[in-house]
């Protein structure tokens, strides 16, 4: 009688726990895909993962990088842009058997066609286009290019050996990493248009080919009539080699929530699929709403520098975040601290950050994001400062001599300054771009 109600009770503490309020199931473990990574496009927040920083080979999603660099370099001035395919472009892939539309020496491509082929044909050709685009005029150039992005955003498990992503042991990415990269080139002007199209596009014939050539999409599961299809995905990139296997990256959307997804090293295509449908599913149904946590008023004090003279300090503040919570934590289960650098020099962009850590035990990835803290009393110190004879200068004889230094150290501060001030200009636009960007999404 006594184990029968143990089994009994078992079984009502486990209907109980279904049914609770906030409770959220566990996150996937997949077995058929090696890694994965769910991160907030908004703020870079990781909400699952599985082997994030597990460095594989991506294969065609490489492309990312290679069209966000694009992208960045053109600003959204397309039209009249042609470049001209050189010997290298092509030649350079013989005996590899990739994906290619033919392009062929002596080409002139317009700059749309390529970023356009490179997306939805996968084009390695393309790419290689793109990266002598970006590259100074060759792939070489464009490769170094795009480490050197991979550097400037911080990523630790990344160095890409080629534009396209055929595999070779110096071409590897995580998952993590990639999703960062497409995080970033969604910022670049015309990179989301392109990464989301789904309509057919046509390639006009050129000088040198008189063929005209359609690009349609090739992601099963953002062709409608697919029984892969999921409504969510907005846009998304592809990959597949013999080594890396099956690689995805994607930016899906519902109910005003924006996702980036990575999934990497997926066995067959099929489980490339289902697991996707899986973690979109889990994604969606655990993170349904952002929380907003207003600044929460910790500050600290930053020494400036500038013309070789200490200047004072500003104040650093938290400024307050959107964080897409898992359903049933607050913003009582966030903390706040501030991450900054020992001096901030003027005529470069402060490295300050708030940084938000999540606690959330078994409902949400307990992990951190770091955003742009807020800098006050800028203005006020600069205007203090170019009026003030420097420490330095006055210690210089003659007196001809000190004056002359004096003005070098001045022209220095002033110089900076104004580089300080075009720079704080330009994230105020970037900021007002990025909440128009928002709102016509619905966020």
């Given at each position: 009688m006594k184990k029968q109600i143990a089994v009994l009770c078992a079984v009502l503490l486990c209907l109980l726990t279904a049914f609770v309020p906030g409770a959220a199931a566990a996150a996937p473990a997949l077995t058929t895909t090696e890694a994965y990574c769910i991160m907030d496009a908004d703020t870079g927040l990781v909400l699952e993962q599985q082997n994030m920083d597990e460095e594989l080979h991506p294969a065609s999603i490489t492309k990312v990088m290679t069209l966000g660099l694009a992208c960045e370099k053109a600003q959204g001035n397309w039209d009249n842009v042609k470049l001209t395919v050189t010997h290298e472009d092509v030649y350079s892939l013989a005996g590899t058997d990739s994906s290619h539309i033919a392009l062929r020496e002596g080409e002139e491509v317009p700059l749309v066609d390529a970023l356009y082929a490179t997306q939805m044909a996968s084009a390695n050709d393309g790419a290689n286009l793109l990266a002598e685009y970006f590259g100074g005029g060759t792939i070489e150039g464009g490769v170094a290019k795009m480490n050197e992005q991979v550097e400037e955003l911080g990523l630790a498990h990344t160095h890409f050996a080629n534009p396209h992503g055929i595999s070779d042991e110096d071409h590897y990415t995580s998952c993590y990493d990639m999703a960062q990269i497409l995080r970033w080139a969604l910022e670049q002007p015309g990179f989301e248009d392109v990464f989301t199209r789904s309509e057919m596009y046509t390639m006009q014939p050129t000088n040198v080919q008189p063929v005209t050539r359609y690009f349609s999409q090739q992601d099963k599961m953002r062709i409608g009539s697919s029984r892969y299809h999921i409504s969510s995905i907005l846009g998304s990139k592809i990959g597949y080699t013999n080594t890396a296997r099956y690689s995805y990256a994607c930016l899906a959307e519902q109910d005003g929530v924006r996702l980036i997804c990575v999934t990497m090293q997926s066995e067959l295509s099929t489980d490339k699929y289902n697991d996707v449908r899986t973690l979109l599913d889990y994604a969606f149904s655990t993170f349904t709403g952002y929380t907003n946590l207003p600044a929460q008023g910790v500050t600290a004090q930053l020494p400036v520098t500038g013309g070789g003279e200490s200047l004072g300090t500003v104040t650093v503040t938290d400024p307050g975040v959107r964080l897409l919570l898992a359903d049933g934590l607050s913003a009582k289960d966030v903390t706040v601290s501030l991450e900054l650098p020992e001096?901030?020099?003027?005529?470069?962009?402060?490295?300050?950050?708030?940084?938000?850590?999540?606690?959330?035990?078994?409902?949400?990835?307990?992990?951190?994001?770091?955003?742009?803290?807020?800098?006050?009393?800028l203005t006020e110190l600069l205007e203090a400062s170019t009026g003030t004879e420097?420490?330095?200068?006055?210690?210089?004889?003659?007196?001809?001599?000190?004056?002359?230094?004096?003005?070098?150290?001045?022209?220095?501060?002033?110089?900076?300054?104004?580089?300080?001030?075009?720079?704080?200009?330009?994230l105020a636009k970037r900021k007002k771009r990025r909440a128009r960007s928002a709102s016509r999404h619905g966020k």
């Open positions: 001096t901030y020099v003027l005529g470069t962009e402060p490295e300050v950050y708030a940084v938000y850590t999540i606690r959330g035990g078994t409902k949400q990835e307990s992990t951190s994001v770091r955003v742009k803290a807020e800098i006050s009393g420097l420490e330095a200068a006055k210690a210089v004889q003659p007196k001809g001599r000190a004056l002359w230094l004096l003005g070098i150290s001045l022209g220095s501060t002033v110089a900076a300054a104004a580089v300080t001030f075009f720079i704080v200009r330009l």
